[in-house]
Nanobody, 128 residues
Framework: LAQLVASGGGSVESGGSLRLSCAVT?????????????LGWFRQFNGKPREGVAA???????IYSESVKGRFTISQDKDKNTLYLQMNNLTPEDTAMYYC?????????????????WGQGTQVTVLS
């Protein structure tokens, strides 16, 4: 089973930046099936539904939600098996628990219900 450990959250002033990291381990041919590895960042605030923020597949194709497009950048270091989310120009509306997730062969990369492997979450708080 894939295991994910997220880190990098914290408190930052509005307009500031943070970089989240997610170490992804424990997957291989036995778990990947026939699909490409898909990695995503999601966030959840105060019991609201978890929403997709950004996602990327092993081909390097990245997609973003409209609310973060132009401010957030998702990337991966395949040698380190690590997923990143660079967040710039943060606003209080970005305050949430951020989760990384992984699965294989997904069609809808920003849909949280598509993912079966989740990290533990890291809190991001943006102060106004």
């Amino acid at each position: 089973l894939a295991q994910l450990v997220a880190s990098g959250g914290g408190s930052v002033e509005s307009g500031g930046s943070l970089r989240l990291s997610c170490a992804v381990t424990g997957y291989g041919p036995s778990t990947s099936g026939s699909g490409r590895l898909c990695l995503g960042w999601f966030r959840q605030f105060n019991g609201k539904p978890r929403e997709g923020v950004a996602a990327i597949d092993t081909d390097g194709t990245a997609i973003y939600s409209e609310s973060v497009k132009g401010r957030f950048t998702i990337s991966q270091d395949k040698d380190k098996n690590t997923l990143y989310l660079q967040m710039n120009n943060l606003t209080p509306e970005d305050t949430a628990m951020y989760y990384c997730a992984a699965d294989f062969g997904l069609a809808r990369l920003l849909w949280p219900d598509e993912y079966n492997y989740w990290g533990q979450g890291t809190q991001v708080t943006v102060l106004s």
